[in-house]
């Protein structure tokens, strides 16, 4: 019997099959990943890494927050990522849209591993 994949499993896998690596047996985001996620964003934020160094440790962290906007967040929060340039690893400085995008990125991330860790599958 074939399972059915989840959005973000349908998500991931029509960008790359290999950021599958990224998803629980639910077909939810790893929890670990969410963190990692969190952790970049927020040092990003705050200034302790740049786009090109988040780009370079981890080249999965921008493909895995425009998965985890679709797949969880609102169209607010879509359209938030498609305006916000993210600095796009090609040098430019964070914008007034990052750092719109990247604040309320962190809440949506610290909300869905809030829940996950609670046991809440309904994110």
């Known amino acids: ?3 059915q ?12 099959e290999e ?8 077909g939810h985001l790893a929890v670990g990943t969410a963190e990692r996620l969190l952790d ?3 040092r990003l934020v705050k200034g302790g890494v740049v786009f090109q160094d988040v780009d370079s440790e981890w080249p999965d962290w921008y493909p895995l927050v425009g ?3 679709e797949a969880y967040e609102s169209d607010d929060m879509a359209e938030m990522f498609d ?8 040098g430019r400085p964070t914008t007034h849209a990052d750092e719109a995008f990247l ?7 610290s909300l ?3 829940h996950r860790r609670a046991g809440d599958t309904d994110f």
């Not at 604040?103 to 991330?109: F, H, T």
């Open 83 to 90: 305006l916000a340039p993210l600095g796009e690893p090609d």
């Open 5 to 16: 994949m989840s959005d973000l499993e349908l998500i991931l896998d029509a960008i790359d």
């Open 67 to 69: 998965a985890f906007v």
């Open 40 to 42: 970049y964003t927020s």
């Open 19 to 26: 950021l599958l690596i990224h998803v629980d047996e639910q």
């Open 103 to 109: 604040q309320q990125l962190i809440e949506g991330l």
């Open 112 to 114: 869905y591993v809030s």
């Open 1 to 3: 019997m074939e399972t």
